[in-house]
Structures are given as C-alpha cells and as structure tokens.
C-alpha cells in the first residue's frame, strides 16, 4: 500500500449518510451497503448542486471518540459553489482543513481491496507516533475510471 503526505483546504460535501460503528459494519447490521445503495440511486452526481460529480467521497466523520465509536459516513461530493439549501434526503458535512496521510490500495475488487487497506490503516495507527485527527477521513474514487473489480482507492486519514 503506498502512503504519502498531503494538506487539503477545507470542503463542503453534500450526500447521503448514516451512523455507524466498525462493530456493527463487521456483522449483519451494516449501514454501508445501504449506504452505497442509496447514494448510486439518489442520482446526486448529476445534480447542479455538486461540484466534480465525477469524483465521489465516502467521509467519515463526526467521530465519537475513535475507531472503535460511532461515526458518521457520508457519500457524496463536493457542493457547489454557491447552493445554500441541502434537498430533502441529503445531508451536509463541513471537513476542515487538515494534514492527511494518504493510503493508496492496492488494485483489486473494491470491497475486497478497501476493506484490506482499512485493516492496514488500523495497525498503522496502533504503531505509529503519527496519531489520527478524526476530523474528517475520507476514501475517494474516480467515478470516470472506476471499475469495481479492478478499484484502486485513495484513502486520506486526518492526522495531527
């Protein structure tokens, strides 16, 4: 997996979302499947009130504590400038400006390969002095050239 360091300005993201935990997600009560099923059918992407529809954020935020508390998970993109109201059915997240380690997966079937980085992410962080934000974490996909068997993700983790 390669990783990297990067700082992003602050974005407006506009999706769907749902609350969860790791807990719940590794059981039969995961929301993320949902989730991902509600964004592809809500159409957003198309919306004049995103920006880069093309590129799609799966965010993590609102933490709880860490990784073992709620969060929020939203997918969708970046708003657009200028649209002040969020339709009904989509909720807005605010990601502050923050410094990222940037985890790349490796190439694969997306939830095989997405799921296998997380796991990475997680030991990591267990033996690393770099220590998470949880502000804002986020894995972003390509729509223009994503293909769910051959995916390719970057993952951008808040650190402090």
Do not use: C
Not at 111 to 120: D, L, M
């Amino acid at each position: 997996m390669n990783e990297q360091l990067v700082a992003k300005p602050a974005i407006s993201l506009i999706g769907v979302a749902a609350r969860t935990t790791n807990a719940a997600e590794a059981g039969p009560d995961g929301q993320l499947a949902k989730l991902w099923q509600a964004y592809f059918a809500s159409g957003i992407a198309k919306s004049e009130r995103v920006s880069n529809g093309h590129m799609i954020y799966a965010l993590y935020t609102d933490y709880e504590s860490d990784a073992s508390g709620a969060y929020t998970t939203l997918i969708g993109h970046e708003r657009a400038v200028g649209q002040a109201d969020t339709p009904a059915g989509l909720e807005l997240a605010e990601v502050p400006e923050a410094k990222y380690k940037v985890f790349r997966t490796q190439k694969g079937p997306v939830y095989e390969v997405v799921a296998q980085a997380w796991g990475e992410i997680w030991a990591y962080f267990d033996q690393a002095s770099l220590e998470r934000a949880y502000t804002g974490d986020f894995e972003l996909y390509d729509g223009r050239t994503f293909d769910p068997e051959h995916a390719e993700i970057d993952i951008y983790i808040a650190v402090k």
